[in-house]
């Protein structure tokens, strides 16, 4: 499968603990972006990366949410002291970026729930 | 704020009937529009998209209909099957900028 990849689907934590999703993007893909999904909303933006560059971050992205994109190849978002509030799905989503244009794809999201 | 207003929340239709969706945007500076299929636990897969260069595109079952001047694009699925149902997710983008911005949603239920 040479879709975007996501590990893992499903994360079940504690309150308190730290959690780190990983994002492997369709290859070639120069942008790769997070997105959060709750019920019954659309993704909402996150960040996004353009090969290692972390060019923007939405004020969702709290200070307990870092992302990396080494290489510019796959990515991790982790979350710090996890908060029930952070429960959702995240989405992420990979692009060839050329001459102004792109279509995102995305992946089949990690679904993380915060006791 | 930028915004996508999607319409309606669900939607039951026939097999065999056409299912519409609509969104309207706010943002001028949109000019990309993609929907975007999503099933049960999975995540979003792009059904077809749109540039406002063009009032209409077609593909299979699945039209888009762009109205630039009221800034507004709708979703026909004609013929709609069991298997269309799914949530239907309205986007627009500015290639100037970074991310989607999607619209709430729309759960459309096909019945046999």
């Known amino acids: 499968d040479t879709g975007v990849s996501q590990d893992p689907r499903h994360k079940i934590t504690k309150r308190g603990q730290n959690v780190t999703f990983r994002c492997d993007p369709i290859?070639?893909?120069?942008?790769l972006y997070w997105y959060r999904q709750t019920l019954g909303q659309g993704p909402e933006f996150l960040t996004y990366?353009?090969?290692?560059?972390?060019?923007?971050k939405s004020r969702l992205l709290s200070d307990r949410f870092s992302a990396e994109r080494p290489k510019g190849s796959f990515s991790t978002l982790e979350i710090q002291r996890t908060e029930q509030g952070d429960s959702a799905m995240y989405l992420c989503?990979?692009?060839?970026?050329?001459?102004?244009?792109?279509?995102?794809?995305f992946g089949p999201g990690t679904r993380l729930l915060v006791l | 704020q930028q915004q996508v207003k999607q319409s309606p929340q669900s939607l039951i239709v026939q097999k065999g009937g056409i299912s519409i969706i609509n969104c309207a945007y706010e943002?001028?500076?949109?000019?990309?529009f993609p929907w975007y299929q999503q099933f049960p636990g999975k995540g979003p897969a792009l059904l077809i998209a749109?540039?406002?260069?063009?009032s209409e595109k077609k593909e299979g079952r699945f039209t888009i209909s762009f109205n630039k001047s009221a800034k507004q694009f709708s979703l026909h699925i004609m013929d709609s099957q069991p298997g269309d149902s799914a949530t239907y997710f309205c986007?627009?983008?500015?290639?100037?900028?970074?991310?989607?911005?999607f619209g709430k949603g729309t759960t459309l239920s096909v019945s046999s």
């Open positions: 986007a627009a983008f500015n290639q100037a900028g970074t991310a989607l911005i």
């Open positions: 990366f353009q090969n290692e560059a972390q060019l923007e």
């Open positions: 749109i540039r406002p260069d063009v």
């Open positions: 989503a990979s692009s060839l970026y050329l001459a102004g244009r792109e279509t995102q794809y």
């Open positions: 290859s070639e893909h120069n942008r």
């Open positions: 943002n001028t500076a949109f000019d990309y």
